[in-house]
């Protein structure tokens, strides 16, 4: 199940967003309004879903958790940008990355 999460997740809502890949979560971080889209299948369903939120899309970055050991992936097919100087499927700057790794943590883990 897909969702828009702006604050502390709680059990049912993890337990919602883990089902489409049996515990891991594919989210899509706002780190300008620290919301996040997690669950489904695909990055861009979240990206489309927070864009119609109202995100911009310069803000949007894709990654992933897993519920059960907490380890952050920061890759994604969303975040190929040669024009934000990302030329890789992974957030390639250090500042972004550590930005989606807090809003996660407070609003997943």
Do not use: C
Not at 32 to 57: C, V
Not at 91 to 97: E, G, H, S, T
């Amino acid at each position: 199940m897909l969702l828009i999460v702006g604050q502390k997740a709680d059990k049912e809502i993890l337990e919602k967003v883990a089902t489409d890949l049996a515990g891991y979560v594919k989210v899509v971080v706002d780190i300008r309004r620290k919301i996040l889209s997690a669950g489904g299948e695909l990055h861009s369903d979240g990206e489309k879903l927070l864009l119609e939120d109202g995100s911009k899309q310069t803000d949007l970055w894709g990654g992933g958790i897993d519920l059960e050991t907490g380890e952050i992936d920061f890759d994604s097919m969303i975040n190929l940008r040669p024009r934000q100087d990302n030329k890789s499927r992974e957030v390639l700057d250090p500042k972004i990355r550590k930005q989606m790794e807090t809003i996660i943590h407070s609003l997943l883990a």
